[in-house]
């Protein structure tokens, strides 16, 4: 049994407690937030204990490691905080919105040699992971073309886009992770375009709602990506790789596989998923798989610390583009 | 190019007059119907004249082939008289509703060794026929069962139920001449249950309008019928045909390839389409072809006469078995 | 926390160990099986104790409810037995293959007035239900026809046929179940025929492995259950209602929402799950969920014991009737 | 009786040829091309005559309209001829590869007040023409993204690649087109990258044969393109609407209905339509019937001249983008 903390008792925290809670190889050995009311209803639902000081944690010697699911800004101190402690780290994407700030956290990391993944869940969907198996059983030879298609079903409060670090930062980073993840290679050049269409509060704060960007790949292969804040429909999350040798798509799953044909609306799959919460359920399960087998086999993790760095660097051109209107350079 | 005339100016003639007229090899010949206004209108949108009597069509040595697309009762007198005077003749199923009737006309079509082809326009449909080859090709085995579904948008006036021999002669002798043609074996035996669910004047009348059937074919495979006379979704016709290596299934063509998603309902396609007419357009065009390609190469057309007649004794079967509760063997 | 015993280690039984350790509201109290080394495996892997002998689990009065997964022929003295020793029983099903032996076991357990639920599981599939709640809700109005399809990948062993009861009694019981479900009333009459089409080995024990059924209801309704042994590219499950306001298809899920277009195949979903394990995984979890809710809350449990042996009166009439080439009404 | 003359026998002047001739209210009065022997035979195809000069068409006064569909280079001296000769046109895309020929062009089509329509043929294909409707029907609101994907199944001869213009002016003008019928208003700036993929000799003549493009319209709404010239399932051509009430997309037809469900391959469609001529057949129809419509209302032909212009002025910024590493605003 890996005796894993958790840092963070929010949203998703809430929902990391019940994956650790249920996992047949973790134990959860306790969870802290700076919201101890929140801390202890989270603990309660999973039955653990809420711990009072992130010290208190880090200082357990039976504590093997860390899920940090906390705010953006806290990751990299926490990360430093945790590995200097002996603890394996999984923490939630993004590393930090500041590249020099995961530059210093990096080299934190690489010298406690002490095994880091960053939560780049979609990696783990059951489809999307296929996509990737797919690709490299060559079934559609090499790759030309991606399409990756990433819209929420609702803006986020206002309040927490000012400290999101933009929509590149903050929402396509799980796509840039993605092209990397699925080309197999790195992105060397982005040019990405802004908008506002879904609401002009997110504009006045200097954000885009909706947003387009094309990566050009080491290879040479394009990779298209789109992205809005809203989406009618549910929360719409494809891939599309084009291949020379055909396609592949992962779709959006519905929530049940009922069909309905009627005057109005003929052969209508079900509803999308709501939101990532629903959409990803697997995909945090078997994340956790993932750090668990990493942690007890002592190899690396992947998705790894660098991982997520180049993902934020590619989030960065994309930002520079958009504002410039030039394509630009992925720093390495 | 064959010079054909048409009988029968109402809804089914007037699609064949334009597409005889439309056809590159056929000139289309005369027109004849009993109410002479009808006929006058079609032959004036086809760009041929009406002709006052039967006789005078058949007389007219420059004329080919006859297509029968008059009412049931008159499809055995009019296909005697036209083999007689030498035509090739196209007629529209079922060919009479009296097994009895059916046999004699047999015996004067035989005798006269002129080609005839009964109207089973559904064999021609792209997506079955390419079924049929799929299972000549061997795509997916032996077969060992099929589904077959036909549903009409809406029954049709009383008036005509009352004429038109009963579901099972009328509308399912099209399902059963499909089951014959798709297995390429005869049916020995059906089961068949028939219900009163959309209209009860339909029960009234001593008709069904909601039926199944099963039939057990010589190889041993089994067949499942289901009609209705009423699909709020529009017209559906569906078959699924089962072997040991897979499953083939010529599912509903949508108006058009649009496909919307909406909070209502998620990858909706377009309707589909209303009825025969619309469904089934190419299907009877390419009736025709095979018709002309028969008449030209003097090789005897399909489906036949016999086909046409064989199709019948499966429906008989099926009346006496939804009347009686029992299995009844198909007569030879 | 409900103290749950299981009877049975066999492969069903094996999944019930699973689903009943990870239950939260669930505590595994022991698992007996006559193979003791079967047992203590799944007792194992489960983290519970296997048991020596049925008496010891019944006489524990810590015991609240039993699950009984055992072989058929065990079903009904095991499930006397619980009562009697005041356990709530959720037992597999068919409840027995004699109607005699179950109307005398339905008599203890009447007596008992303990909660007893019949493992009908796929109406706790989240597609197979949603269905019964769009009926229920009127979406497609007034139900008039149903198709049901039940194909599994490949026979059982001979020697389980053998002792199988046919396989209308003892997989189409599940599609008659279904039948009862979605109309929410009872078939009356039943026409059945049944073939050997997969093994012929099959046909000598005197058994069906190629079946289709058509059922009367209540309201007049038709429902159509067809069934194979084998199914070459999965285990094939689904359910179509035809009503006057339109239809609702329960489609097979796919392993994975991956598709795949390439020269030789466009827009080809990812294979369909191999059989009722995984196919049916979370049904079987929601229907230990709501065994317990029943329990808990003192309310009958669905489906209930009544269910399962009308679901064998039905089962019971296909038999006939294949037998007979009749239709056949069902007991009441 | 619209008589109209056709200028080009190649590929799809032979297509035009044969929709002239079966068009209702169409006459086809001669055919010209350069190559007198594919002129003869094309002509005999469809029933008229060859015509031994350009002169002799124009000069005929019972003529009342031309189709242009000879090689790209010829269209605008042909265009001019046509107006002066007052015959209404019906010109291939695209108008010309050079812009300042175009406005000349456009000069003396404006002062002859002659209707002329450019093939963009695709506006008339029924799925797209339905997204259209739709989108004016208001059915997913304001339209915020679009994604248009256009992969061709093979690359043409390099021959006729070295005169094209490059992918952009030649193939995604298409899309271009496109995106400006959907969306209802300009592109006001595009950026566009460029790779080769499939064959480097593509590379070798300046060309590209991958590419991707995003475009900023006047609302802000963003729209990607994606091209590619070789794809291994067929001519890939959908459309992706996105709008703040929904998503609509026209899918790719397949040549049948027919779906294979085996081992390999679960609920495969069939393939799609090899290229053009076959995916846009009834589009190629719809065209000739909107111009001869426009042509007998006397009013102005949709796609306009203008509209020609106008998409090889978005094409022009993409090759510009994909030069510079810049978006570049669209020439207004």
Redesign the interface.
């Known amino acids: 049994m890996l005796r894993i903390a958790l840092f963070g008792a929010g949203r998703i925290g809430r929902m990391h407690a019940r994956n650790l809670a249920?996992h047949p190889r973790v134990e959860l050995a306790g969870i802290y937030d700076v919201n101890s009311a929140a801390s202890a209803e989270v603990a309660r639902e999973a039955g653990t204990q809420p711990s009072r000081s992130i010290g208190a944690l880090l200082g357990d010697r039976s504590i093997d490691a860390v899920l940090i699911a906390s705010s953006t800004d806290t990751h990299c101190t926490l990360m430093e905080h945790a590995v200097r402690a002996r603890k394996a780290v999984l923490c939630e994407k993004p590393i930090h919105l500041d590249i020099n700030r995961v530059d210093a956290c990096g080299k934190v990391v690489e010298a406690s040699r002490m095994p880091v993944q960053i939560g780049f869940n979609r990696r783990f969907d059951?489809?999307h992971s296929?996509?990737r198996d797919?690709v490299i059983e060559g079934?559609?030879?090499?790759i030309?073309?991606a399409?990756i298609?990433s819209?929420d079903p609702a803006p986020p409060a206002l309040d927490y886009l000012r400290v999101s670090g933009g929509i590149f930062r903050d929402m396509a980073i799980h796509d840039f992770d993605m092209a990397r993840f699925l080309f197999g290679e790195e992105p060397v050049?982005v040019?990405a375009?802004g908008?506002?269409?879904?609401d002009q509060r997110i504009g006045g704060i200097g954000d885009f709602d909706?947003?387009?960007?094309?990566l050009?790949m080491e290879s040479?292969?394009?990779c298209?990506i789109?992205g809005?804040r809203?989406?009618?429909?549910?929360y719409?999350q494809r891939i599309e790789l084009?291949?020379?040798?055909?396609?592949?798509?992962?779709?959006?799953?519905?929530?049940?596989?009922?069909?309905?044909?009627?005057?109005?609306?003929?052969?209508?799959?079900?509803?999308?998923h709501h939101f990532f919460i629903e959409r990803y359920a697997e995909s945090y399960v078997r994340e956790i798989d993932a750090f668990v087998d990493a942690v007890e086999a002592g190899v690396v993790p992947s998705p790894s610390f660098e991982d997520g760095r180049r993902a934020l660097l590619a989030a960065n051109a994309a930002v520079e583009s958009a504002a410039s209107?030039?394509?630009v350079r992925v720093a390495p």
């Open positions: 249920a059951p489809s296929a996509l797919a079934e559609i030879g090499r030309e073309q399409v298609t819209r050049e040019s375009m908008g506002v269409m879904v909706t947003v387009m960007a094309v050009r040479g292969a394009l298209h789109n809005s809203r989406c009618a429909y549910g719409d084009f291949g020379d040798g055909g396609m592949l798509v992962s779709e959006n799953p519905a929530a049940t596989h009922l069909v309905r044909h009627t005057a109005r609306a003929t052969s209508a799959r079900d509803r999308l209107g030039r394509t």
